[in-house]
């Protein structure tokens, strides 16, 4: 019979009817649905050999139109690229001086701080001296709640309508064994592949349980 959409779905409704009523108690229903199983696989094959010039054709279509598209594309991206380059950089260096400010006006404020304690701890030296000891004892607190805030530093140009600045940070591992736990990803293929190399008795490893599940092939002549 010449494969059609038809008569695919004919045989496709058929295989689905037999799936839902077919029970599996003895070995000639075990052989039954094996016979279905390989002639599931066959109509597979040919479906998928019925669509094939289709989806190629499709695919070409799909990758010319892309090319082309890309001729376009592929200079903004660069100029975007190169633009957003040149941003980040201005910006970094804007922050490098506000910084560099900031650092500045606590350096001044802790340096006035010093001077004004100790001018109140000279004076407290001198009320000592005096015998003055209530006045000696009131210019040592003040000396120690003695705090000057830095002066604002102004904050950077505005950016333009439309751009955002943000950092982003990227990890370089200098020593893997020394990264927390919580950053480790476990290898799944890796422990699957151990225990299918081991058939029916996979090893003993920590933290992993092996479920043993049956996996049922279907192959055709």
């Known amino acids: 019979m010449e494969l059609n959409e038809e008569t695919m779905q004919l045989k496709i409704k058929e ?12 070995e000639m229903q075990l052989h039954e649905a094996g016979d279905y199983l390989v002639a599931i696989k066959t109509l597979s094959k ?12 499709a695919h070409k279509a799909h990758r010319a139109i892309c090319d082309k598209k890309n001729l376009y594309l592929k200079p903004l991206s660069a100029a975007e690229g190169a633009i957003k380059g040149k941003i980040g950089s201005f910006q970094m260096e804007l922050d490098r001086i506000r910084e560099d400010e900031e650092r500045k006006a606590r350096e001044a404020a802790e340096k006035e701080a010093e001077k004004q304690r100790t001018a109140l701890l000279a004076k407290a030296e001198k009320a000592a001296v005096l015998g003055n000891k209530e006045k000696a004892d009131e210019l040592l607190n003040a000396a120690s709640e003695v705090y000057v805030a830095a002066v604002p530093v102004m904050a950077g140009t505005v950016k333009p309508a439309g751009v955002g600045v943000r950092y982003e940070f990227i990890p370089e591992i200098t020593d893997k064994k020394s990264v927390p736990d919580d950053y480790k990803i476990v290898d799944m293929a890796g422990l699957k592949r151990t225990g299918n190399a081991t058939k029916d008795n996979p090893p003993t490893i920590a933290g992993v349980r092996w479920v043993k599940r049956p996996v049922v092939s279907g192959r055709t002549k």
């Not at 799936?19 to 003895?26: D, G, M, P, Y």
């Not at 040919?46 to 054709?57: L, N, R, Y």
């Open 15 to 26: 295989h689905g009817d037999f799936s839902e009523r077919i029970e599996i108690k003895n």
């Open 46 to 57: 040919e479906v998928e050999a019925w669509f094939a010039p289709m989806i190629d054709a």
